[in-house]
């Protein structure tokens, strides 16, 4: 299996002989394919890698409206407005589930928030890159939402039963933004020469993020080979990166795009395409926050943090007021 194929550079995953009876138990119930749920039992690893997977997902739904959000003010018609609009706010509920998901295992959504702020927390690479046109919003969907989805169809098959839930409707919702982002960029390829510079130009830019989304190379992951065998990832980094890349070559000859990689050739022998190595040295400096918008994002979460306090209050004073009352009645 490829699970055992992955070259990370974690710790080595032990073996069932290895495990106490309960740790063996809880292993050859994830291999059976069975669900994990909040009460059963789980090594306190499993519990961390997940909030820890689980968070940063919902942050990176959370931090990912901002760029996109940036135009919606600017959509070039009524329709295209309504449409990003309804596609932010999806945004704002994937990062909903998911905060709920995390929160079964037993970190409040506070606690996240604050790792957030703090930076303790990752968000996703690709938020800290800005939207400089109206292509860029039709990039995002095409490429980042496409990237998203590569990573999160087999996310619905993970063993724990919350996660997996909350990844079925969101796959549903971000598979009608792949497709705005590919009819955005349709209508600009097909457009005056300027649109599809425009597409291309956007092309450029996001090309090479979108393959980092997916995470470092294999033999510089560190967290794979555990996750993968406790199914919390069913896939390496490089095997979706290559699937993406696979998936949308064709996507962009048939937009009469060219692809920003001069190594990209298809391998009849692979029976995939080849493509170039990627500047991992820009990803681990985005990761870091050092990428052209990580501060600009994080200011913008701290400000709406802070603004939404009176109605944090608000919800709290009234939840004590009805609790008293419910005593009261008692
Ligand atoms: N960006 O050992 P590795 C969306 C970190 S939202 C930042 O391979 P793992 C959307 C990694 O956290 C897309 N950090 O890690 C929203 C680790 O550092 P820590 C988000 C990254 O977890 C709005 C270190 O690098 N999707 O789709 O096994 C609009 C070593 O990496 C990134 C998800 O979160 C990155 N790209 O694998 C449109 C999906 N990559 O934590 C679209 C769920 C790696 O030790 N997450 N790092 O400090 C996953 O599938 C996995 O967490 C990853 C990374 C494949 C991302």
């Known amino acids: 299996m490829y699970a055992q194929e992955v070259k990370s550079t974690g710790k080595p995953v032990k073996s069932l002989e290895e495990m106490a ?32 997977q689980i968070s940063q997902h919902a942050h990176s739904e959370i931090v990912g409206q901002l760029p996109e959000g940036n135009w919606i003010t600017r959509a070039p018609t009524l329709e295209r407005k309504a449409i990003l609009l309804a596609k932010v706010q999806d945004e704002a509920g994937h990062g909903l589930y998911l905060y709920c998901a995390a929160e079964t295992l037993g970190i409040s959504r506070d606690q996240m928030t604050e790792q957030l702020l703090s930076g303790k927390a990752k968000y996703s690479s690709i938020f800290n890159y800005p939207t400089l046109t109206w292509a860029d919003i039709g990039a995002i969907g095409w490429l980042v939402d496409g990237a998203a989805i590569m990573n999160q169809v087999p996310l619905q098959r993970c063993s724990y039963g919350p996660y997996a839930r909350a990844m079925i409707r969101i796959c549903k919702e971000e598979s009608f933004h792949q497709r705005q982002g590919y009819d955005i960029m349709m209508k600009l390829c097909r457009g005056t020469p300027e649109q599809k510079e425009m597409a291309q130009d956007a092309l450029d830019r996001w090309w090479r993020p979108a393959l980092m989304m997916f995470g470092p190379p294999d033999d510089q992951s560190v967290h794979s080979a555990q996750s993968m065998a406790w199914k919390i990832k069913l896939n390496s980094n490089d095997e979706l990166r290559q699937k993406f890349v696979d998936q949308t070559v064709p996507q962009a000859e048939y937009l009469g795009l060219k692809i920003p990689d001069p190594d990209l050739k298809w391998n009849e022998a692979r029976g995939h395409y080849d493509f170039g190595e990627l500047d991992w040295s820009e990803f681990y400096e985005v990761i870091k926050g050092n990428g052209p918008c990580n501060r600009e994002r994080m200011e913008a979460r701290r400000k709406a943090w802070e603004d939404g306090a009176w109605f944090r209050e608000g919800l709290m004073a009234h939840a004590r007021k009805k609790e008293a009352r419910r005593m009261a009645a008692e």
Request: proline share 9%; aromatic share 10%; hydrophobic share 30%.
């Open 21 to 52: 009876p309960e740790e063996r138990a809880f292993q050859q119930k994830i291999d059976a394919d069975v669900k994990i749920e909040p009460k059963d039992w789980m090594p306190e690893g499993y519990r961390k890698t997940l909030i820890r």
